[in-house]
């Protein structure tokens, strides 16, 4: 499977913005799928983590009721919309796609994209 990340950019607090995580060579619905970031001087977190149905998603406390996470399994593509930005969502966004969504075993990973928030 591989993973294309996009939608990063730059968007001032308060903002939004919606990642798209596409997958190819596999079906996606075949995977947990999970968001993780990486901010300047910091390790890389968990953000948000969908299984794969799209029923069950789990979120940080940091992101909990301003980010969502959902798939689009026809279109073999997660989401993460996130709203109410603040500076320190800074932080190169990861997909990454697992057999289950509590599993710390991650088998494929995206290439990041950038989110920058301006306050």
């Known amino acids: 499977v591989q993973l294309q990340a996009s939608g990063g950019g730059l968007v001032q607090a308060g903002g939004s913005l919606r990642l798209s995580c596409a997958a190819s060579g596999r079906t996606s619905s075949n995977y947990a799928m999970s968001w993780f970031r990486q901010g300047p001087g910091k390790e890389r977190e968990f953000v948000a983590a969908?299984?794969?149905?799209?029923?069950?998603?789990y979120y940080a406390d940091s992101v909990k009721g301003r980010f969502t996470i959902s798939r689009d399994n026809a279109k073999n593509t997660v989401y993460l919309q996130m709203d109410s930005l603040k500076s320190e969502d800074t932080a190169v966004y990861y997909c990454a796609a697992a057999l289950s969504m509590w599993s710390s075993e991650y088998e494929y990973w995206g290439q990041g994209t950038q989110v920058t928030v301006s306050s």
């Open positions: 969908i299984n794969r149905s799209g029923g069950t998603t």
